[in-house]
């Protein structure tokens, strides 16, 4: 499996990463850790977790997964093999995630930063993360496909370097390696960046957003941030949560899919979404090519696109998505794609 260079860290990651979110409810400790043997076998190198998973966020659940990492990680003695990428919540008032009786919202102030950090770290078995990422700001900020109104300016947050002075105590106790953002924009990462240079804290390293074919957002104002600051984009959801791969067409609800499960889709339900998606489909039928790989590859062959971060509740899925790395892509795809994408940009930002 190819690697590519993650930020400026000196890391080489795999351009496949695997994601982990579903295991702790949708799948159990023996699938997640059948995972996991697969992937490192298949030559995958990256994992990425958070302190929230396993989806959909619950109190009862959270920390499932890391859990199920970390009785990996001591049943295999395998957490050399691995370069692991886990996430603190943004700001929240699920305030589930700390031991506090008298909190109103999860922040990213130090004394949450630290508590975040230590138990992540005993939920993995580890004594240390390689790349600690913040899963969405602290800030109000234009993300998940929101606006943001005037008000929203005046709303106060943890100043950015602020929250780097947080992670760097972490980094300097071993604790992190590197730092990145997920969920975030081009203020938020030139923002960061600026402060880390301006009183030598740690860089980001890395951006964890959604991009897929149906969601190409990245293009219009991160790219050419992340390009020049050599931010690596790591992309999640390359098949919008499964409707890329054709499954929910025509109002169709399979067994033991998330939506059937969860019904927490929406962000794949708006306007043209359903048209654009059924085009990319098509599209993979008329070539011959499975959908799911079609929408995976097209991650994969972006420049600025340094590791996908794909999703399986199913060996046969993991497969399917392994082997889409190996898919040839051609002229012919990329105009194709391009044509759609003109027809229909952007309906699931
Ligand atoms: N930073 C963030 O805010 C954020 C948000 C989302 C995800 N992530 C990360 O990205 C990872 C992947 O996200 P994702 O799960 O949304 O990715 P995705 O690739 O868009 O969707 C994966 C889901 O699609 C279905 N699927 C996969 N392969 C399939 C196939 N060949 N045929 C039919 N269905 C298939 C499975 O769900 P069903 O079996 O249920 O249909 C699977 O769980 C997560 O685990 C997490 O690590 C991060």
């Not at 692991?84 to 919540?89: C, F, R």
């Not at 889709?265 to 359903?274: C, I, N, S, T």
């Not at 392994?322 to 892509?329: K, P």
């Amino acid at each position: 499996m190819e690697k590519r260079k993650l930020g400026r860290t000196g890391l080489e990651v795999t351009t496949c990463c695997l994601g982990t979110m579903t295991w702790g409810q949708q799948n159990t400790e023996a699938e997640g850790h059948e995972q996991m043997d697969y992937a490192l076998d298949r030559g995958i190198n990256f994992f990425d977790t958070a302190e929230l998973y396993s989806i959909p966020r619950d109190e009862k659940t959270q920390g499932s997964t890391e859990r199920i990492i970390g009785s990996w990680f001591k049943d295999r003695g395998a957490r050399d093999k691995v370069i692991l990428a886990s996430k603190i919540v943004g700001r929240t008032d699920a305030t589930w995630y700390r031991d506090r009786d008298d909190l109103t919202e999860c922040r990213m102030t130090k004394d949450q930063v630290d508590e975040a950090v230590e138990k992540s770290l005993t939920r993995l078995q580890t004594d240390y993360i390689d790349l600690y990422q913040l899963h969405w700001p602290d800030r109000v900020a234009p993300i998940f496909g929101g606006k943001m109104r005037k008000e929203h300016y005046a709303a106060d947050y943890e100043p950015f370097e602020e929250i780097l002075s947080h992670l760097n105590d972490h980094v300097k106790k071993g604790n992190i390696l590197h730092i990145g953002l997920s969920n975030e924009t081009a203020f938020g990462v030139m923002r960061f960046l600026a402060e880390s240079d301006k009183h030598d804290l740690p860089r980001v390293q890395s951006i964890q957003n959604a991009y897929s074919l149906v969601n190409r957002t990245f293009e219009e104002a991160l790219e050419e941030v992340c390009v020049h600051e050599e931010v690596s984009l790591l992309a999640y959801s390359p098949l919008a949560q499964g409707y890329l791969t054709g499954k929910y067409r025509n109002g169709a609800e399979p067994e033991s899919s998330r939506k059937k499960l969860f019904h927490m889709l929406g962000r794949y339900e708006k306007p043209h979404a359903e048209d654009a998606i059924n085009s990319y489909v098509d599209l993979a039928a008329e070539k011959g090519l499975d959908p799911a790989k079609l929408a995976i590859k097209f991650c994969d062959t972006r420049h600025f696109v340094t590791s996908t971060i794909i999703g399986a509740t199913t060996m046969d899925q993991l497969k399917t998505c392994l082997d889409a790395f190996d898919m040839e892509w051609s002229d012919e795809l990329e105009k194709e794609v391009n044509k759609l994408h003109a027809r229909q940009p952007n309906p699931c930002p």
